[in-house]
């Protein structure tokens, strides 16, 4: 069972959110980052119990420049058995999936994992589009996956219940809450991490032809109105006039 | 871990989130690698996961968490920077203080289970034992299998450890240990002992006493309003048979203990500031929420100046135990700066402690708030671990040559 996961760099969950360059950019100054909470608790650990299981190997992989080093390293010390960090400023989600689906495409990878999304962006779309790219089937949103032989029984939460899905290896799967639980690494698993191969991988020319043109904040200073427990009229009115929800 | 049966853990687990934020003032995380960023923030989710839920509980009942010892030492907090192969984990001396911030973050009394099993018992084996002797203990220290505990302090020498009347005898292939040790660290489910005794002669040296030895007794200490969730006990020895293969070979004197003492007094430089965040960073939720005359507390000068002067305390013994840090990964730093990092860091946390349950007004003395616990556990790290009086002179006699211990 040869598994790949891809990872992501994020804010971490309590940063102060700022943007420069007249709003286009995220502002990094003073922000610690984070492997992608979906990446790691979710994909990673449940690719981990699954080799852990059957037997095969996991590696990370991550689209990004040198400073991400310092996440893939955890992905490492948790217990990948390597990981590929291809050398590129991750532009766009077609971007990404195009790095990943050039280097998996000759690799033979069973399951290529992702998070459901990364908690910054939250685009949710790589992991489609590298399945799209490799030809393969694609599994979103998966809380659950069990592996018998070839075959991957996997649970989707749907609104109102829950799918469940059978498919063959090879195929691409986004974990969702559920799939496992966080696995803190501990102090052998950080020091044997310095011993595993983390290759740099060169980027394949891929065009890219989306830009941010602006990000918007969320006015900060939107007031609470208070309204009387019994006055629904009033609070139906606000909803309509002001707040515009319904 | 021993258990006689006696040790009692009812704790219930709290629904309370720990919120903790870690508050960066200087960006002193610049001058961390990755492997102790690593280290850090993997015990800061253990403590959150499995410290933070129970410590008020275990606290207040003043019961020892002993399960913890277990999670201690599967995230590798039991000899970090002792060598991999003796099952330890192979960091540098940052990485461990780092861990002991982190877990006294949590509780200082946590900090102390670890403390104790690290830099007082497994320390000693690895710097002044055997090769067959490391290989006996350390692995299974390290995995948390045998608990250890660390006896110097006796009720009648203290800071001057020099006056110890506990006293081995020779008799044949074995010692017969005699005496009574005080105020020891997870004695009472410790598996074995790091005892300190005097030999024939009048020379110190360090014996591993074995639980279940005829003779040793480790009678709990109770009624402690410091330190709770740590379990401290006597050591008692009446004609105990030690078999001369379990006395430390290389080593005589007191530079024996002190040697740990200064590994662990380390520790301690790093573990105050842990607890002084935890409380710098309680404050300053609290005081951001908190509102007096229409506005938050936070908002007051008064109460900026208590905000300000603890992140500015905090930074200073951040770069204080990151320069001792440097210093003892190169071998070099000396007990006298370890004196210095220690008095300095726990007073500070503590000050920090009182002007934070200041801040939190009545609410800062519940266990709603994690300041009158930490308060309260380092009224014991000012004084355990070389007191703060003992420190103070060690700088004095470091600056002017001259002895003002007696």
Known sequence: MKILVCVSKTPETTANINFTNNN???????????????????????ALELTE????????????????????????????????RIDAEPTSALFVAKQIAAYAKSEAYDIIFTGKESIDYNGSLVGGMIAELLDLPYISYASSMELAGSTATLQREIEGGTEVVQLDTPFVVSAAKGMAEQRIPNMRGIMMAKKKPLNVATAEAAQSNEKVVEFKEVPKDRAIKMINPEDMAELVRLLHEEAKAI | MYDNGTHVYTVEKSVKTDLFESHDHYNVDELLSDDHKLARDAVRDWVKAEVSPIIEDASEKAQCPLHLFKGLAEIGAFGPSLPEKYGCGGMDEIAYGVIMQELERGDSGIRSMASVQGSLAM???YRFGSEEQKMKWLPKMASGEIIGCFGLT?????????GMTTNIKDDGDSVIL???????????VADMAIVWAKNEEGRIKGVIVERGMKGFTTPEIHGKLSLRASITGELVFEDVRVPKANILPNVEGLKGPLSCLSKARYGIAWGAIGAAMDCYDSALRYSMQREQFGRPIAGFQLTQKKLAEMITEITKAQLLAWRLGSLANVGKATPAQISMAKRNNVNMALEIAREARQIHGGMGITSEYPIMRHMMNLETVLTYEGTHDIHLLITGMEVTGLNAFK
């Open chain 2, 123 to 125: 320390y000693p084996i």
């Open chain 1, 24 to 46: 286009t950019e995220f502002d990094t100054n003073g922000v610690s980052f984070i492997m992608n909470p979906y990446d790691e608790w979710y994909a990673l650990v449940r």
């Open chain 2, 178 to 188: 005699n005496g009574a040790k005080m105020w020891i660290t997870n004695s009472p």
């Open chain 2, 154 to 162: 006796e009720p009648d020498h203290g800071s001057n450890p020099a």
């Open chain 1, 53 to 84: 299981a059957n037997g095969g190997s996991v590696t990370i992989v991550n689209v990004g420049p040198s400073i991400n080093d310092a996440v893939i390293k955890k992905g490492l010390a948790i217990g990948a058995k390597d990981a590929v």
